[in-house]
């Protein structure tokens, strides 16, 4: 395995570099006058399986009235049913000139923090997680996201998530995503104080 171990500001050069030419390529921003329409590369859509078809509507409409042509769509890194690409991704398929989807913020990233917390990537742990990667990517997903190094937790159904950038599903994510020419959204918050509490955190965010 290559070290692939680079810092934060390189790694968000690389990410928008890589969303720029593989995500939005396909998409044809299409003019409206001399205006060319934009595209968001990180949109979240919440919702349950029976409002999946009213969440996207309304997104789609939101993305009208602003001049949004295109749109990558990726699940927060929570691990709930409401956070796995599975619940949205028939629906945006629907729209091939609107949306794309990342996936595995709810499934990768648990998996990610149980081996933070066992200390250790069992090989069963590193099989199911290959396995995991390469469905989400069968699936029609065009990367891996919302994934996250370190996501603070400034809102209760947000639980504090941090694993080295260097941790080894990470980077074996980063070897799927080469080999399969894909993109990685990567979450990191950056601190450069220990923040004690919910409210001090928000607040940090908050000026920041």
Same mark, same amino acid.
């Given at each position: 395995?290559? #070290? ?7 790694? *968000?050069? =690389? ?5 720029l030419?593989?995500?939005l390529?396909p ?18 859509? #919440?919702?349950?399986?029976n409002? =999946?078809?009213?969440s996207?509507?309304?997104?789609i ?18 691990p ?6 599975s ?9 091939? #000139? ?16 149980r ?22 990517l #069968? ?5 891996f996201?919302?994934?996250?190094a ?9 639980p ?5 950038p260097?941790?080894?599903l990470? *980077? *074996?994510?980063?070897d ?8 990685i ?5 950056? =601190? ?15 000026n920041?």
């Amino acid at each position: 395995m290559q #070290d692939r171990r680079i810092n934060g500001t390189g790694h *968000l050069v =690389v990410f928008l570099a890589g969303v720029l030419t593989l995500v939005l390529a396909p998409l044809k921003l299409a003019r409206s006058g001399s205006v060319t329409g934009w595209a968001d590369v990180h949109v979240h859509i #919440d919702g349950l399986p029976n409002t =999946v078809h009213d969440s996207v509507a309304s997104l789609i409409r939101g993305m009208d009235e602003n001049g949004m042509r295109a749109a990558v769509v990726m699940m927060v890194p929570r691990p709930t049913p409401r956070s796995n690409y599975s619940l949205f991704a028939s629906e945006l398929k629907r729209y091939p #000139d609107r949306f794309r989807f990342l996936g595995g913020g709810g499934i990768l990233n648990p998996m990610i923090q149980r081996a933070v917390q066992i200390g250790a990537v069992p090989p069963m742990l590193r099989q199911r997680f290959t396995r995991a990667a390469r469905r989400i990517l #069968d699936d029609g997903a065009v990367g891996f996201g919302e994934m996250t190094a370190q996501h603070l937790s400034l809102v209760p159904e947000q639980p504090y998530e941090a694993c080295a950038p260097d941790h080894p599903l990470l *980077l *074996l994510l980063a070897d799927i995503a080469s080999e399969a020419g894909v993109v990685i959204d990567l979450h990191l918050d950056l =601190v450069i104080r220990r923040i004690e509490s919910l409210k001090e955190g928000q607040e940090v965010i908050g000026n920041r």
